[in-house]
């Protein structure tokens, strides 16, 4: 699969929003709003948002963006990456940043109407979830069988169906039964996390900051 953490919205709660990053700077929302805990996603974000790459190491470029993220963490219940679903669900939050499938799988059906889901409008950090084979293994063949049983179209429309997202599979999309809550048009601006090797360490630096202080 592919795709990209997004921002989820209880319409119930919250209404007259802009379907950005910026919901994060709503001081009215302070305390039923959480980020993901997650150093790349949430700093991705705000760089997204400041017109930068998600993979930048300028480091004016991070130092805005973790000023940024500052700001908005005042306005946040917690940076969370685990129980965000069921928090959203349940009512604690009103605004949770994260992946869709989490958040909608924790709810009733009946109560999907009033969840609005979005990829920011700036972009963000995307993923793509991939099959490997581990060097040495010893089922080779059979390992093999399974990767082309999963990239079937019937079997990859019904996963992608299962979790709501849009099926890089082509041939699958003409058979999903249902509507992706997101299009892989509504990543256009979104960029792959790259492997920054040792400029990685500016992120740590600036993640330490905003989690624990500088």
Known sequence: MMGAAGIAVNTDYVDGYDRGWSIFSRADLEGRMTMLDDMREVLGGALSYLG??????????????TE?????????????AEGFGKAFANGEVWVVHGYQENVFLELDEADWDRVDFFIPREGG???MDSMVLLKGAKNVDLAYDFMDYILRPEVMAEIADYLGLPSVNVPSRALMQTVPRYQISDLADAEFKEDLGLEIDRYNRAWQEIRVGG
């Open 125 to 127: 950090a995307m993923y």
């Open 68 to 80: 940024l993220v500052k700001q908005w963490s005042a306005n946040l219940l917690r940076f969370d």
């Open 52 to 65: 930068y790459s998600v993979n930048t190491t300028d480091a004016a470029e991070l130092a805005a963006a």
